[in-house]
């Protein structure tokens, strides 16, 4: 059990272009999910919190009109990545929160955004 | 002041023995503690949670909270070379969000 998937695992893309990261919940539901964004040999930086059906809350530093988050569903959140620089790059992580009271997180695969 | 300390390591040991590793948290009312096992180049996995003062066991692992000195613990009995990882401390923040204040991680290497 609880399972979180995200989609693609690796992306590749020319400077400028947008790029959208999907991450699902696949056997709960996810009140809660968060992204992060990890550059190498670092910790893991919190970059927003999305509530299902509400705006993301972004940590201080993130710029939200870059990193557009959308938690459409219970099951899926959405990062998109626009007019992608090469500082972008980097290894972008979700989690997800079910419900329930539960505080555990489960982390997704990550995503790895190389931009050129 | 970083929220949550941990050594950064590498810490060494042989294969068999316990692996030790600390963590430390600045705000008192935190009450959630995690601990993650991270491989290179992979996503955090979870090992396990404490909620409670003193001492929780699950498998070779043994979590220890001691709220009282801001403190966090985690054992690994017989340490075997897939062990070798970062483990990340987390705290759960107070708010409304519930965000995890994560540690910068220990690099643990066990020796063959």
């Known amino acids: 059990g609880a399972v979180v998937s995200q989609h693609p695992s690796w992306v590749i893309c020319k400077s400028g272009t947008s790029v959208k990261i999907e991450c699902r919940s696949l056997d709960f539901q996810a009140t809660t999910m968060f992204w992060y964004r990890q550059f190498p040999k670092q910790s893991l930086m919190l970059m927003a919190t999305s509530n299902e059906g509400s705006k993301a809350t972004y940590e201080q530093g993130v710029e939200k009109d870059k990193f557009l988050i959308n938690h459409a569903s219970l099951t899926l959140s959405t990062l998109t990545v626009t007019s992608a620089h090469p500082e972008d790059s980097s290894f972008y992580i979700c989690?997800?929160?079910?419900?329930?009271?539960?505080?555990?997180?489960?982390f997704g695969p990550g995503t790895r955004l190389t931009v050129l | 002041q970083k929220e949550v300390e941990q050594n950064s390591g590498p810490l060494s040991v042989p294969e068999g023995a316990i692996a030790s590793l600390n963590c430390t948290y600045s705000?008192?009312?935190?009450?959630?503690f995690f601990w993650y096992r991270q491989y290179s180049g992979k996503s955090p996995e979870l090992i396990m949670f404490i909620y409670s003062n003193g001492d929780k066991e699950d498998g070779r692992f043994t979590a220890q909270l001691n709220k009282a000195s801001q403190y966090v613990s985690l054992l690994i009995r017989d340490s075997q070379p897939s062990d070798s990882a970062t483990y990340l401390c987390?705290?759960?923040?107070?708010?409304?969000?519930?965000?995890?204040?994560f540690g910068t991680g220990t690099l643990l290497a066990v020796q063959p």
């Open positions: 987390a705290a759960q923040a107070r708010g409304a969000t519930n965000k995890l204040i």
């Open positions: 705000d008192r009312g935190s009450q959630s």
């Open positions: 989690s997800a929160r079910g419900q329930g009271g539960t505080d555990t997180q489960y």
